[in-house]
């Protein structure tokens, strides 16, 4: 729980008591109180995409789109607390573009597409990290741009009526493609009290496996039973990069 000696959030006037005077002196100050400032971020997203028919049984299809995504609302208030985190805090913008060919035969199909996404202005912000004086802080790392480039090829097949099988690959190219300023906050009071520079550029993005292959069988059995397997192998994945002080 936080709690806050006003209700409002803005100029206030404080009154204090003077160690040196020995008196009460008024003034007017900025104070976070109970109910928070605002923080206003419309976003917007616009999708295309079409097919084109190569013979019937072959299609090339496109897909493309740009989004406008307000912050995540961890990033707008950190830690959850009613205090804004950064006037300068702007919505991410991405680009997307998907071209795909797809083949759909009597007891064949395959999928095979590439794609390219550029995240701007992605923002970051840490969990808590130690410093060196024993003292916690996060890291606010703004203004981030992630491209996602790869190709993916998913098929099956029917032998049998009976029995499928399938397989899939997938190979990507994930990246940061930039170096940026992060500002460090105080943990108790989420205000600015250093700022680093990020040498990200050329970093792998973390949390996900960038190349997979995998196999898949299904047999249909008698009575309505189903009986399959799976196995996917992953490869590339990487740790998100630390911020350290």
Do not use: C
Request: proline fraction near 4%.
């Amino acid at each position: 729980y936080t709690y806050f000696r006003y209700d409002e959030t803005g100029v206030q006037e404080v009154t204090e008591y003077d160690d040196a005077t020995g008196e009460y002196i008024t003034t007017e100050q900025f104070m976070y109180g109970a109910l928070s400032e605002k923080a206003n971020a419309p976003g917007y997203n616009a999708k295309a995409g079409g097919s084109f028919a190569v013979t019937e049984t072959n299609h090339i299809y496109v897909n493309a789109g740009v989004y406008s995504r307000a912050p995540f609302i961890r990033n707008v208030f950190p830690n959850y607390q009613n205090v804004l985190s950064n006037e300068n805090l702007v919505n991410e913008k991405v680009e997307a573009f998907e071209l795909g060919y797809r083949i759909r035969l009597p007891r064949a199909t395959v999928d095979l597409n590439v794609y390219h996404t550029k995240w701007m202005d992605k923002t970051i912000i840490s969990g808590p990290l130690l410093s060196a004086d024993g003292t916690e802080y996060r890291a606010f790392v703004r203004g981030l741009i992630e491209t996602h480039d790869g190709i993916e090829l998913e098929f099956r097949t029917k032998p049998l009526p009976s029995l499928e099988l399938g397989g899939l690959v997938s190979i990507g190219d994930w990246r940061w493609d930039n170096n940026v300023e992060a500002d460090i906050l105080d943990e108790e009071t989420n205000q600015v009290i250093d700022s680093l520079f990020i040498y990200s550029a050329g970093l792998k993005v973390g949390d996900a496996p960038q190349t997979q292959f995998g196999i898949q069988a299904r047999m249909d059995l008698p009575k309505s039973f189903r009986i399959g397997a799976s196995y996917v192998y992953s490869m590339n994945l990487f740790a998100q990069f630390e911020v350290d002080r």
